[in-house]
């Protein structure tokens, strides 16, 4: 499985994007037996989770992002979504999307798409 993130950019604050995780080399099996997230990481700090979809469709998000941000998946296109609104200068981050097939308990990670608001 090879994970795929794109839709990051530079936005003002309050502005919106949606970043795209492509699951690219797995079959509807696999990916649809995967828990996926959005993870960030900004300059000096720890790797943090932003929100997550289990199998269940059952979603998490941080407490910061709750009411803003969005995920969702597209079992027909393999995609996972995560639709980023009333974005802050906080948001501004690199974006990791994570996969968990649960089979293998393996996680995949994708290279990662920067995020910068603007105040």
């Known amino acids: 499985v090879q994970l795929q993130a794109s839709g990051g950019g530079l936005v003002q604050a309050g502005g919106s994007l949606r970043l795209s995780c492509a699951a690219r080399r797995s079959i509807s099996s696999v990916f649809n037996n995967m828990h996926f997230g959005w993870y960030r990481q900004a300059p000096g700090k720890q790797r943090e989770l932003v929100a997550n979809l289990n199998v269940a469709g059952n979603t998490n998000y941080a407490d910061s992002v709750k009411g803003r941000f969005t995920i969702s998946r597209d079992y027909a296109k393999k995609m996972v979504y995560l639709q980023m609104n009333s974005l802050k200068p906080e948001d501004t981050a690199v974006y990791y999307c994570?996969?968990?097939?649960?089979?293998?308990?393996?996680?995949?990670w994708g290279q990662g798409t920067q995020v910068t608001v603007s105040s």
């Open positions: 994570n996969a968990h097939w649960l089979e293998s308990r393996s996680d995949f």
